[in-house]
């Protein structure tokens, strides 16, 4: 069992520390560097967080994944919260001060601090989860959100009445743009002329930010939202249920967040995902690259449970293009339009 705590503030637990040593200190504006005794010749594992472990989504699931690993390789672990973009820099170098042999940074959001920190403590390696970067002591975990969006939105295009479908996340970054390709790729493939639009709200947890900006999708016409949002999500997928339309899930299994209104969520466990690249670290197999999961590993990457909207033919329409994806039949790459660099749907010639 952990405990919940702000960003000015570390929690410890290994295998021999905890029973003996747990340090939580707090100081006035900045985050501390964590102390423990104990188990500092292990393996020494910890990340940093953009919102809250309780949001249902994408910090839950990191956390997850670093209590994954606790339990599966022995690991002593730590992690911070709710660590603002201005703090980024110093808790990934409290870390790598205080021993840690590998960190996470749970957002492509962290990837400047990451190429600032990293080159600093090169006997630590620095994971960026959605990131974008590589080098000798830095990797990058995706999971392929195209793929999932792909599939979200076939489901969108074959359910909309307005021809109208948006997508809403925290930030715009490369991550965020490829599951929004997806999502477009995917609806056009079943309706070419469908409107797809965007927005980003700037915040990941802010509530009211999120329902506006859902509102305002709603009013401009639109049926089916998909969103990514952490802590906010749940204010999108209510709000839609509100409204009488429809909207995916995200991270975790969110039908039963708002059941009239989630089509289905993009299931992507991040635990496991993590859990596969501490293991990888631990061996000393892990390389300065990117790694990227997607529906073929469906333990880390699949869709959740159908909302009850969906006819069974599209159901199975959305099941085979997923196979069809994952034996290459559909296939996506990068390309250009309108100018701008991006990614594209071929058929294979297998």
Avoid at 77 to 97: G, I, N, P, S, W
Wanted: glycine share 8%.
């Amino acid at each position: 069992m952990t405990t919940s705590f702000s960003r000015r503030e570390f929690i410890l637990f290994g295998s021999a520390a905890f029973a003996t040593s747990l340090v939580v200190q707090a100081c006035s504006n900045k985050p501390t560097t964590p102390t423990a005794t104990g188990g500092t010749e292990g393996f020494k594992i910890a990340i940093a967080l953009p919102g809250m472990i309780t949001d249902k989504g994408w910090n839950q699931s990191g956390y997850e994944g670093i209590n994954l690993t606790k339990q599966k390789l022995g690991a002593e672990t730590a992690y911070v919260e709710k660590v603002a973009q201005a703090d980024q820099t110093e808790v990934l170098t409290d870390f790598a001060r205080k021993g840690y042999n590998l960190i996470f940074a749970h957002g492509g959001q962290f990837d400047a601090a990451i190429e600032q920190v990293a080159s600093q403590f090169p006997n630590t390696f620095f994971v960026g989860v959605n990131g974008n970067l590589k080098a000798e002591n830095i990797a990058s975990l995706r999971i392929d959100h195209l793929q999932a969006s792909y599939l979200c939105g076939i489901i969108g295009a074959s359910v909309t009445k307005s021809n109208k479908l948006s997508y809403i996340a925290g930030e715009k970054f490369p991550a965020t743009e490829g599951e929004l390709r997806g999502f477009e790729l995917g609806a056009k493939s079943v309706k070419p002329n469908i409107q797809i639009t965007s927005t980003f709200t700037g915040d990941w947890n802010d509530v009211a930010k999120a329902k506006e900006a859902t509102l305002a999708l709603i009013s401009s016409g639109a049926d089916v939202i998909y969103q990514w949002l952490d802590n906010a999500s749940a204010a999108v997928l209510q709000t839609a249920g509100e409204k009488g339309v429809y909207a995916f899930g995200n991270t975790k299994d969110q039908l039963d967040v708002a059941p009239k209104a989630v089509l289905t969520s993009a299931v992507k466990r991040l635990d496991l995902a993590i859990a596969y690249i501490a293991e990888l670290a631990k061996q000393k197999q892990i390389k300065g690259q990117i790694y990227t999961i997607g529906l073929e590993r469906t333990d880390i990457l699949s869709l959740g449970k159908f909302g009850g909207i969906i006819p069974e033919v599209v159901k199975q329409k959305v099941l085979n293009a997923k196979q069809d994806i994952v034996n290459k039949k559909i296939v996506f790459e990068d390309c250009k339009e309108a100018g701008k660099d991006t990614r594209c749907l071929k058929k294979a010639t297998v």
